[in-house]
């Protein structure tokens, strides 16, 4: 049961009861916490298959292979794969041999090989009666000793020299067979070791104290046999001598259970036991590591060992798998049970190590892991000045010397200390500003900068009087101060040059340089022109980053996309290395990320933990990748041809298990983006037909380098197969057909339709054109009756004007004649009768208007022909159309006769008439 309690930064204990028995706990829970080397754990849900691991061996394929009872298990990094005997027995042995993998099982031995991407087994105990009935005998070790494969049961012996087997039985129950200074050892159960000489054994003397011991291993190293017992410990051989292990592990062993042991490069011995998990030896300190449920393994029963080619571990458990880097530059200190909490800054001591956590602070020291008693809550940096270790915390800054811990100042929230590059001062960002520690050796003695009361994150100083600040939220400040460290002027830079996004700014020191980090983007600043500019060494090389922490001057450390890349500076150039994202996935701190340096190793804080790390600055390795691309789970080659929407699924293989392990990306074609390549496998669906590239490259962070590509051509789809294409053709031929015959058909019915429409419309176009002519006619008629009529009607008019204003003057002179007798007054009366009665100005001006109106047509038409006549010439014509004689225009023109004879004869040059022709007549058609 995990005690957990959570202690606010500003919470008071009345009762100091109460954290002594929450420390005691915690002490006791965490007694067994310890810096391990990296453990990956595979379980049955990763590989699909039984609980026990009997044997553990890499193929020259570097694929790791494991005896899981009924299967054979295959993990090539990327992909596991199981495969069963054709006799479905249980596989207790694996051995590898070139290209072949040996197995052995119940009544059972043979050989796989790799064909097309999958195992094949090939049996050699078949068919050979190798086995008697009444035998069952399981084949519990395979190895190999002068060019012959040994196949072992625990009574015989099958020898297989490429062609026959040549079967051994022995007289005593036997554990396993042992290959010591090109001897053959055979450790039997009860009458201790044997040597083997052409197939006779002899007892080795001296050994008599091995027997009745079950003996699961026994290895050389430096002139000095290890004999490995499973409940007696360990042995030791020197000069003909056998003695007890003078070793304190080796009574732990005893009660543990020994079932496998191994020497390691590195002077390092692994023992895997029954009930305590594997213990790590190193035989240079005499100190070791156990590693086991308690810590990071899923059970503490260990049945076998194998080594890659990393020197790295492999442990076959009771139930599951384990993956040890024992060979790694990487260690990781990690606590499952809470307690701990988010590491925010850990450092080393002459006994162990100095954690600052958002619980409190913790020693590590003499293998025992305690909380320190008076500062939990919230601790968020550890510096090392001289021998002392200066501690920010919620509630101020202390000081740790000598095993003791005490207040320096009451200070809340110390986040940052940062050595001045002017003196031997030092610099604290806390929650209300900053704190000057003067003299390293005397901190005591400090002063508190005045006029920025800001929680600031980051400072540094490199210039006299000049200390640059970044406030934890937005902006970047320039404090200037005097000789007495007194605040003169205090400037927002950030602001002042206009940078609108200035949340977050981080300052970096490289070298003497300080840089400023700014919304992805590296500033320095310049003291002449008192402005920021671009850093174009920084920006070319680490744009983008999320974090970046200095470690010495030439290492520093950037966190981008998620990923750490430690960085090596080489005068102007940046080498760049990864460390891979599984030692650190989803714990890193963002924003609070710190590195301790230890002489050569780092120290990196993580959430539950931290990583113990060593930096190399070796070149890059060349690394052969392996492409195994599988479509509809068949292995394809290079360049060959899968079909359209069908998934083709890659597996990248490295080879690599540990920390060596690159970070690999891809690209499709010609595409411009770079995509991570994830627990090596990548998975393509939907491509277009067509040849495609995939490209595999290896990424530092920096460059991406290309190790790797695999062509491939996806087939048309089906429906723009040939035979597919030809089908269309012909149905759009017989489409084209059928439409060009119906088409035809169609236009011959149009045709006679055509003819028979055109027939009846020519008929009913006659008709038409009968009727309108007839209309015409008609209309004609009616138009010439019209213009008859007008013509009478005018004349009508005027003789109907001229006869009313005769017969009244005629009246009028009747009249006068019968009343006057007076010859000169009748003369005078006659004469007023004769202008009286004459048509006055204003009805010739009417009866002008009305024969206008009537002729109108006749007046427009003329006007058009004959664009030159006179008022009087029209009037002339109007007068000649009514048929008026000449002696009847006369008084209507009010000219004579001879007057109205030249006017026509004038008129008749205008119209352009010759002699013959009648003027009147002429007039009429008009």
């Known amino acids: 049961m995990c005690l957990y309690l959570e202690i606010k930064p500003s919470h008071k204990l009345k009762s100091k009861t109460l954290p002594l028995l929450f420390f005691f706990f915690i002490s006791i829970q965490l007694y067994a916490q310890e810096l391990l080397p990296f453990v990956e754990n595979y379980s049955k849900s990763d590989y699909q298959g039984d609980n026990q691991i009997w044997n553990v061996a890499q193929g020259n394929d570097d694929a790791m292979y494991f005896a899981n009872n009924h299967y054979l298990l295959r993990y090539n990094g990327v992909k596991w794969e199981k495969y069963l005997l054709p006799n479905k027995t249980i596989i207790r042995s694996i051995m590898v041999d070139g290209d072949k993998i040996y197995s052995g099982s119940y009544k059972e031995f043979g050989y796989w090989n790799r064909k097309d991407g999958k195992m094949n087994y ?3 105990s078949k068919g050979n009666k190798v086995f008697d009935e009444n035998e069952n005998e399981e084949i519990w070790k395979i190895f190999k000793f002068e060019d012959k494969i040994y196949f072992q049961s625990f009574n015989i012996l099958f020898i297989y020299d490429g062609k026959f087997i040549k079967k051994v039985k022995l007289p005593f129950l036997i554990s396993y067979c042992f290959i010591v200074d090109k001897q053959l050892l055979i450790a039997s159960v009860e009458n201790g070791v044997f040597r083997m000489k052409n197939s006779k054994v002899e007892k080795i003397k001296g050994w008599g104290v091995l027997e009745n011991n079950v003996i ?5 190293y430096k002139n000095r046999t290890y004999i490995f017992t499973k409940k007696n410990g360990v042995y ?20 543990a259970n020994v079932n496998v042991a191994k020497f390691i490069n590195n002077n ?11 213990y790590v030896l190193d035989l240079k300190t005499d100190s070791y590591k156990n590693i086991n449920r308690n810590n990071v393994l899923m059970n503490n029963s260990i049945l076998s060992i194998g080594l890659d080619k990393e020197n790295d571990l492999w442990l076959g458990l009771d139930n599951g798998i384990a993956h040890i880097e024992v060979n790694s530059a990487i260690s990781i200190f990690s606590d499952n049970s809470g307690v701990l909490g988010s590491v925010y800054s850990v450092a080393t001591t002459d006994k162990g190590y100095l954690m600052a956590s958002n619980h409190g602070v913790f020693k590590y020291e003499n293998r025992q892991f305690t909380s320190v008693p008076s500062m939990h809550g919230q601790a968020w940096n550890i510096s090392k000045i001289n021998n002392k270790y200066l501690i920010g915390h919620n509630e101020g800054t202390f000081i740790y010397e000598n095993g003791t811990f005490s207040k320096l100042n009451d200070k809340n929230g110390g986040w940052n200390l940062t050595k001045s590059n002017i003196d031997n001062s030092y610099l604290q960002a806390t929650y209300s500003g900053i704190t000057i520690y003067n003299d390293g050796n005397d901190l005591t003695k400090k002063v508190d900068i005045v006029g920025l009361l800001k929680p600031i994150k980051y400072i540094a100083q490199n210039k006299k009087n000049e200390i640059w600040a970044a406030d934890n939220y937005r902006g970047l400040y320039r404090i200037q101060l005097n000789e007495n460290d007194e605040t003169v002027a205090v400037e927002n830079v950030s602001q002042r040059n206009k940078i609108a996004n200035d949340f977050g700014v981080k300052i970096f020191e490289f070298r003497t340089e300080i840089l400023f980090l700014i919304h992805n983007s590296w500033y320095t600043y310049n003291s002449i022109t008192n402005q920021l500019e671009m850093n174009e060494l920084f920006n070319s090389n680490f744009r983008n980053i999320s974090d970046i922490v200095a470690i010495d001057n030439n290492h520093f450390m950037v966190l981008k996309e998620g990923l750490l890349y430690p960085i090596y500076a080489d005068g102007n150039k940046f080498v760049w290395s990864s460390i891979q994202e ?19 190793r780092y120290l990196l804080n993580l959430d539950d933990g931290f990583i113990s790390l060593q930096l190399a600055n070796n070149a ?18 290079d360049q060959s041809k899968i079909k359209y929407n069908s998934e083709l699924s890659i597996n990248v293989i490295s080879g690599i298990y540990g920390a060596e392990k690159p970070s690999l990306f891809y690209k499709i074609d010609e595409s411009s983006d770079f995509i991570r390549i994830k627990e090596g496998m990548i998975v393509l669906n939907n491509l277009d037909n067509g040849n495609h590239i995939l490209n595999i490259y290896n990424h530092d962070g920096l460059e991406f380098t290309k190790v790797s590509s695999f062509g491939f051509t996806v087939s048309k789809p089906w429906y723009f197969s040939f ?29 006679e339709l055509r003819e028979e429409e055109l027939k009846h419309q020519k008929k009913i176009l006659e008709i038409e054109l009968k009727a309108e002519n007839e209309l015409n006619s008609q209309e004609y008629e009616k138009h010439i009756l019209e213009l008859e009529l007008q013509s009478k009607s005018s004349e009508v008019a005027g003789k109907s004007l001229s006869i009313a204003k005769q017969s009244e003057m005629i009246e009028k002179i009747q009249g ?16 007023k009768a004769i202008k009286i009665n004459a048509v006055n100005k204003h009805e010739w001006e009417t009866f002008e208007s009305n024969l206008n109106q009537i002729h109108n047509e006749f007046i427009i038409n003329l006007n058009k022909k004959f664009p030159n006549l006179t008022s009087k010439d029209i009037k002339l014509c109007i007068y000649l159309k009514m048929n008026l004689t000449s002696k009847e225009i006369a008084p209507m023109m009010n000219i004579s006769f001879r007057g109205v004879e030249l006017h026509r004869y004038r008129l008749r040059k205008k119209l352009n008439l010759v002699q013959d022709d009648n003027l009147s007549k002429f007039l009429l058609l008009i």
């Open 582 to 600: 599984k030692y650190y996935k989803g714990k890193i701190i963002n924003d609070n990320l710190k590195i301790f340096k230890n002489k050569d």
């Open 723 to 751: 035979w597919m294409v030809l089908l269309y053709f012909c149905l759009v031929g017989a489409i084209l057909y059928v439409y060009y015959k119906w088409n035809k058909m169609r236009y011959a019915q149009k045709l």
């Open 216 to 220: 699961h291993s026994i290895e050389k």
């Open 268 to 278: 390092k011995l692994v023992i895997g036991t029954a009930s305590q998990g594997i």
């Open 236 to 255: 030791i051989e020197e000069k003909g001598i056998l003695s007890p292990w003078k070793n304190p592990l080796n009574e732990t062993l005893k009660t």
């Open 122 to 124: 090939v049996s050699i």
């Open 620 to 637: 890059k390795k060349d690394q052969k990748i392996r492409i195994e691309a599988f479509n509809n789970e068949n292995l394809i080659d």
């Open 816 to 831: 006068i004649l019968e009343s006057e007798t007076d010859f000169n007054k009748l003369k005078s009366e006659i004469k």
